[in-house]
């Protein structure tokens, strides 16, 4: 049984990335995370969610949502 809070550290080697992509994800607010004191804790669940967002292809554009009037800056 995994815990509910996993360092920077279990992450990494669960999701088999570097240090520095797991800390980014958290920086960039892709990784909800918690500090205490100088270790950074995500939860569980965060971590199952961020790890399906990286692992989904690319959406694609679906058309006839953009107003036509903002078009061009597509």
């Known amino acids: 049984m995994l815990p509910r809070w996993l360092s920077v550290n279990q992450i990494r080697i669960m999701q088999r990335c570097r240090r520095e992509t797991v800390k980014l994800a958290m920086d960039n607010g892709e990784l909800p ?7 950074r804790y995500a939860r569980l669940s965060d ?10 292809p690319d959406a694609e554009t679906v058309a006839g949502l953009i107003h036509p009037d903002l078009q061009e800056f597509v």
Do not use: A
């Open 33 to 39: 995370f918690e500090q205490r004191g100088r270790i």
């Open 47 to 56: 971590v199952i969610r961020w790890e399906e967002r990286r692992l989904q």
